[in-house]
């Protein structure tokens, strides 16, 4: 997939593409379903796809205390973006120059003179320009005028709920990473790469991995059972998010045992696939007690994780079906 990250840098894109626009944060069911969209018709049209998007969401800027705690990294979001077989990315820099824009200008200036599409694909509920002024209604009038079609595809809904990413944030709330699958369309992951911590779970006998995160947003505190791929292998794992209440940490935390598994981790990259939530943290009135609860939390998830696989991008992004 080639990533353009200035419209200055168009040169060479041929015209005509089949595109579609938006902040597409999760990338989920919703956005899949219109990735789909895009490339179907691309092929049929023997032109490109394109993925319109931008950098920063557009929130940072005009309102950074409300701004959603993103679901992905930008890198996240690029390869998710890659995956769905999308041909180009184009992300352009959100500044206030751009918040500016009227929905007629934006039309005009970015869509028409410097990606010069030939038909757009937008959610049901995708609005833009200053105000947020500009809606599908209006992107079928302006299109008519410069040459280009518009369609608008509806939501995608699941167990009678909209899969959307206020949706998948307020199951992550309630740290039910298991109902996230499905608006989601794959399992909830993080990357991180493994920092020094105390070295308190060596000395209770659970090495654990510290973990260090780009990721804006995390489960509910708590422990899960969890899948976690270490180079080109997966292991079986147990995850603490929270603060340790029992030792009085003051800063979350994120530690990952692995099962089976003694290897040195160190300034490695991991990347954790959330499966189930086994319990909250707790206060233990001993060591003994919070080791008998881990040694209880790792027994359950062994068992919860023997007959489970997760869901990764590449197995659900299938565009080409």
């Known amino acids: 997939m080639q990533i353009i990250t200035q419209l200055g840098n168009l040169s060479g894109l041929a015209p005509g593409a089949v595109a579609t626009i938006g902040n597409f944060d999760g990338v989920h069911q919703g956005h899949r379903e219109i990735f789909r969209r895009i490339v179907s018709e691309a092929k049929r049209r023997n032109c490109s796809s394109m993925v319109v998007t931008f950098t920063p969401h557009p929130m940072k800027i005009l309102d950074p205390e409300k701004a959603p705690r993103l679901l992905n990294t930008y890198a996240e979001k690029e390869r998710l973006i890659a995956a769905s077989r999308v ?52 992107l079928i009038a302006l299109g008519k005028q410069a040459g280009f079609t518009v369609e608008t595809v509806g939501p995608v809904v699941r167990d009678a709920e909209i899969s959307s990413s206020t949706q998948i944030r307020k199951l992550l709330s309630a740290g039910d990473v298991a109902a996230v699958v499905g608006p989601l369309g794959r399992n909830f992951t993080l990357e991180g790469r493994v920092i020094h911590g105390v070295g308190r779970g060596k000395q209770l006998g659970f090495p654990t991995a510290n973990l ?109 079906s």
């Open 212 to 320: 260090l995160t780009e990721k804006e947003i995390l489960p509910r505190p708590g422990v899960y059972a969890v899948k976690v791929r270490y180079r080109d292998a997966m292991y079986d794992g147990v995850m603490n998010i929270g603060f340790n209440p029992t030792f009085g940490t003051e800063r979350i935390s994120l530690e990952v045992h692995l099962l089976d598994f003694s290897a040195d981790l160190y300034g490695e990259m991991l990347r954790v696939y959330f499966v189930e939530r086994l319990r909250d943290e707790q206060v233990f009135v001993s060591i003994d007690q919070l080791v008998q609860a881990i040694d209880t939390d790792i027994c359950r998830a062994r068992e919860m994780l023997k007959l489970r696989k997760v869901v990764v991008y590449r197995e659900y992004l299938d565009c080409e």
């Open 87 to 138: 041909d180009t990315l184009v992300e352009i820099p959100f500044d206030h120059h751009v918040a500016a824009m009227s929905a007629t200008e934006f039309v005009q200036n970015v869509l028409v003179e410097n990606l010069q599409i030939a038909h757009l694909v937008v959610g049901y509920d995708y609005t833009f320009g200053r105000g947020r002024s500009g809606d599908s209604e209006l």
